[in-house]
């Protein structure tokens, strides 16, 4: 698919190709709600990156349209697919809803989490899939805080000090050993997905990607971190609030009671 529509800056940069004849089949899984221009202009650049990349679009009814646009990609291209849900049903049940049809529906070794407001530039994800392929990890997270700085752009210093702090007191409090375990932007390996019990993760917003890094972790398998440099929205309206903060903070001593009681949420029951 031509970039038609990509502003210029979006073309340019997109990191290094992928080795040739990389060949491994990619799922990237965006969930919207009112993102139709960001949506838009999204899809064609992750497309452009790889032929063998695929995208995944789980719109919750977007009262803007983001639905039809969706449907408008995938009728122009087959590398786009569109779930739809009846109401704003949350994000964490977006992307369970999307794992789920990605293991039902494709053979996808490799399944990204993504935003559509272009806060998680497409250009990083060349280098996510070669940190999981090459260095066989099985899940690759897109981090704002490596290195001890804080990479992130046009955050007022109040949202920059909560996220911090978020990740800095569910670092503590379940022992999950990463710098952002907030963030939105990552590479599962498929077996990581199938090995969780998708049923019992019933979280949102930040919760829910700290239960994913979590159970995936408790589960054994290879996480690593890859810096990112995460830039806010430009357009669109932010469905950040009040329930999902307080929802991830109970939720980490949750986690941390399950792992003192040696409960996971592994389908066979125990940990690997
Ligand atoms: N399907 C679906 N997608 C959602 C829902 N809530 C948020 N999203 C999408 O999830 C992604 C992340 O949401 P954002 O609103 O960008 O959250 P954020 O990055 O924490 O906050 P802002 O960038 O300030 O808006 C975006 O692509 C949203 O459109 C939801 O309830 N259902
Ligand atoms: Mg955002």
């Given at each position: 698919?031509?970039?038609?529509?990509?502003?210029?800056?979006?073309?340019?940069?997109?990191?290094?190709?992928l080795?040739?004849g990389?060949g491994?089949?990619?799922l990237?899984?965006?969930?919207?709600?009112?993102?139709?221009?960001?949506?838009?202009?999204?899809?064609?650049?992750?497309?452009?990156?790889?032929?063998?990349?695929?995208?995944?679009?789980v719109?919750?009814?977007?009262?803007?349209g983001?639905?039809?646009?969706a449907?408008?990609?995938a009728?122009?291209?087959?590398r786009?697919?569109?779930?739809h849900?009846?109401?704003?049903?949350?994000?964490?049940?977006?992307y369970?809803?999307?794992?789920?049809?990605?293991?039902?529906?494709?053979?996808?070794?490799?399944?990204?989490?993504?935003?559509?407001?272009?806060?998680?530039?497409?250009?990083y994800?060349?280098?996510?899939?070669?940190?999981?392929?090459?260095?066989n990890?099985d899940?690759?997270?897109?981090?704002?805080y490596?290195?001890?700085?804080a990479?992130?752009?046009?955050?007022?210093?109040?949202?920059?000090?909560?996220?911090?702090?978020?990740?800095?007191?569910?670092?503590?409090?379940?022992g999950?050993?990463?710098?952002?375990?907030?963030?939105?932007?990552?590479?599962?390996?498929r077996?990581?997905?199938?090995?969780?019990?998708?049923?019992?993760?019933?979280?949102?917003?930040?919760?829910?990607?700290?239960?994913?890094?979590?159970h995936?972790?408790r589960?054994g398998?290879?996480?690593?971190?890859?810096?990112?440099v995460?830039?806010?929205?430009?357009?669109g309206?932010?469905?950040m609030?009040r329930?999902?903060?307080?929802?991830?903070?109970?939720?980490?001593?949750?986690?941390?009671?399950?792992?003192?009681?040696?409960?996971?949420?592994?389908?066979?029951?125990?940990?690997?």
């Amino acid at each position: 698919m031509p970039l038609e529509g990509v502003p210029d800056e979006r073309r340019a940069d997109l990191g290094a190709p992928l080795p040739d004849g990389f060949g491994v089949r990619v799922l990237v899984i965006i969930p919207t709600y009112n993102e139709r221009e960001n949506l838009t202009n999204l899809v064609p650049v992750v497309l452009g990156l790889d032929p063998s990349i695929e995208v995944l679009v789980v719109d919750d009814n977007s009262p803007d349209g983001t639905g039809d646009a969706a449907e408008r990609l995938a009728a122009s291209t087959g590398r786009v697919h569109a779930l739809h849900r009846e109401a704003k049903l949350g994000l964490g049940s977006a992307y369970v809803a999307g794992f789920r049809w990605a293991l039902a529906n494709t053979e996808a070794e490799f399944i990204f989490e993504m935003d559509a407001d272009f806060s998680h530039d497409p250009k990083y994800l060349r280098e996510m899939l070669r940190v999981a392929d090459e260095d066989n990890v099985d899940l690759v997270v897109g981090s704002r805080y490596l290195g001890g700085g804080a990479n992130v752009v046009n955050w007022p210093i109040r949202r920059l000090i909560l996220s911090y702090g978020a990740n800095l007191y569910a670092r503590i409090v379940t022992g999950l050993p990463l710098r952002d375990s907030t963030g939105g932007f990552k590479c599962f390996r498929r077996e990581v997905l199938e090995a969780i019990d998708l049923e019992q993760v019933r979280s949102d917003g930040y919760g829910f990607q700290i239960e994913m890094n979590f159970h995936s972790w408790r589960n054994g398998f290879r996480i690593r971190e890859v810096p990112i440099v995460f830039v806010d929205r430009h357009s669109g309206t932010s469905k950040m609030n009040r329930k999902i903060i307080i929802e991830a903070f109970w939720l980490v001593w949750k986690l941390r009671f399950m792992s003192l009681l040696g409960k996971t949420v592994a389908k066979d029951g125990r940990p690997r």
